[in-house]
């Protein structure tokens, strides 16, 4: 699929130290494995059947700094996404709306694509969506049934029969173990699957956890001929097959939202660990879910708030026109990536007045260094905050799990208290965060 066009990023003096990050997979921090110097990332896409809100933004926004943090270490990165273009949610909205499945998620895709490109987020290498690889997943569910990690289900209504995972089997007969990476009991785990696309109450299953790996067709519903017969992927081994081709096996990072942990990522992993006997990523990291209105921000609640919207200027209530893209920035980066927070309307107004004092800070700094050059003998000067001691607290922050509300504070101070190189500041917030002044 096509991305869109990356941003500028800076070069900055020096360089910083690869991050230490949270891996809810062990439940530590630490500094996951960058093979031959490239750090491998893995971020799951959206289902292309509604705009990007808030939360999506914050989940994309967490992975873009990670980016920013390995390359200003001035390791490479590698980023692949997908697109989950078939799935429930996108067929009903289609059915629901009476517009072709197809159609929606192009439409959605490109409004996707449009948000990411406005708010300056690094795009991915490989962005792929999953009606691009319906032969290579459905031959992974073909090795997965051979290898016996995997079973058919009889299924009413449909032309061939559903194909599950089998939990047990593979916890027992491959490398992977139920609960690699998702710190859950099995109760836990359960009332997940059930919230979240699994169908632990579905009859004829193995164990209630088993997700599925190939729906078999039904009536009206979108399918493609295969080896396991005719339907469609199901959704974590779709994710296997994409992250695995395109970053080999145990890559750096696999990320996504925090509602992402179980099933997904779970079995994300255990489809790709069964298949190739090595674990799928080094770490799994997670991006807390933002709140709206004392809930979750979630399409089925409708409690959304639209990028799109914020950036139109239309989003219901906003006031001062249309948000400049570094101040959603800020909104979002006051909040540490794995915290549990609720946007309130007002965070874009105190983001805009945060990035109006950092430009004003910056003017003044300029001012006063102009001012130096041009008579560089005249005492005394007011003590100025040192840019390339600014740039290395920043880079300690950044390097401690992405610690963005400290680089926030320490950039309220420098801007506050005058810099003595005001534009080596301004492109570190521009190299680090993507805030542009
Ligand atoms: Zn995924």
């Known amino acids: 699929m096509r991305t869109w066009t990356p941003p500028e990023i800076p070069e900055l003096p020096g360089t910083g130290t690869a991050p230490k990050l949270f891996n809810t997979a062990t439940g530590r921090l630490e500094h996951p494995a960058i093979p031959e110097g490239r750090a491998l990332l893995y971020v799951c896409g959206i289902t292309p059947y509604d705009a990007t809100h808030l939360g999506h933004a914050f989940t994309y926004l967490a992975f873009d700094i990670m980016q920013r943090a390995w390359r200003d270490a001035g390791i490479e990165t590698v980023y692949a996404q997908n697109i989950t273009d078939i799935d429930d949610p996108l067929l009903e909205r289609a059915h629901d709306t009476g517009v072709d499945w197809r159609d929606l998620a192009d439409g959605q895709i490109g409004l996707f694509r449009s948000d990411m490109f406005r708010l300056g987020m690094i795009p991915p290498d490989h962005y792929v969506a999953v009606t691009e690889r319906i032969d290579e997943i459905a031959a992974a569910v073909r090795d997965l049934l051979d290898r016996g990690f995997a079973y058919r289900v009889p299924t009413e209504g449909a032309a061939g029969e559903d194909v599950y995972f089998d939990v047990q089997g593979a916890s027992r007969d491959s490398q992977w173990r139920l609960g690699d990476v998702a710190p859950y009991d099995r109760a836990t785990m359960l009332e997940f699957s059930a919230e979240r696309g699994g169908d632990p109450d579905r009859s004829g299953k193995r164990d209630p956890l088993d997700p599925l790996l190939w729906r078999a067709a039904r009536e009206g519903e979108p399918s493609w001929e295969s080896p396991v017969g005719v339907g469609r992927p199901g959704w974590h081994v779709e994710c296997s097959v994409i992250a695995t081709e395109a970053l080999g096996?145990?890559?750096?990072?696999?990320?996504?939202?925090?509602?992402?942990?179980?099933?997904?990522?779970?079995?994300?992993?255990?489809?790709?660990?069964?298949?190739?006997?090595?674990?799928?990523?080094?770490?799994?990291?997670?991006?807390?879910?933002?709140?709206?209105?004392?809930?979750?921000?979630?399409?089925?609640?409708?409690?959304?708030?639209?990028v799109s919207k914020l950036l139109n200027g239309t989003h219901p209530g906003q006031t001062g026109g249309p948000a400049d893209p570094s101040a959603i920035r800020l909104g979002l980066l006051a909040h540490h990536y794995r915290s549990e927070w609720e946007w309130q309307d007002a965070d874009l107004e105190t983001a805009a007045r945060r990035l109006e004092a950092w430009r004003t800070g910056l003017e003044r700094s300029e001012a006063a260094r102009a001012r130096d050059l041009a008579a560089p003998d005249d005492a005394p000067r007011e003590e100025r905050a040192s840019a390339l001691g600014v740039i290395q607290q920043l880079r300690a922050a950044l390097a401690n799990d992405l610690d963005t509300p400290v680089m926030l504070a320490i950039l309220d101070a420098a801007f506050d208290r005058g810099i003595d190189q005001p534009r080596l500041v301004a492109d570190a917030a521009h190299a680090l965060l993507g805030v542009r002044l």
């Open 249 to 306: 096996g145990a890559f750096t990072v696999q990320g996504g939202g925090t509602d992402l942990v179980f099933p997904h990522h779970e079995f994300t992993a255990a489809h790709a660990t069964a298949l190739s006997g090595t674990p799928l990523a080094h770490a799994y990291s997670h991006a807390g879910l933002v709140g709206y209105h004392g809930h979750k921000m979630s399409k089925s609640r409708g409690n959304l708030v639209f």
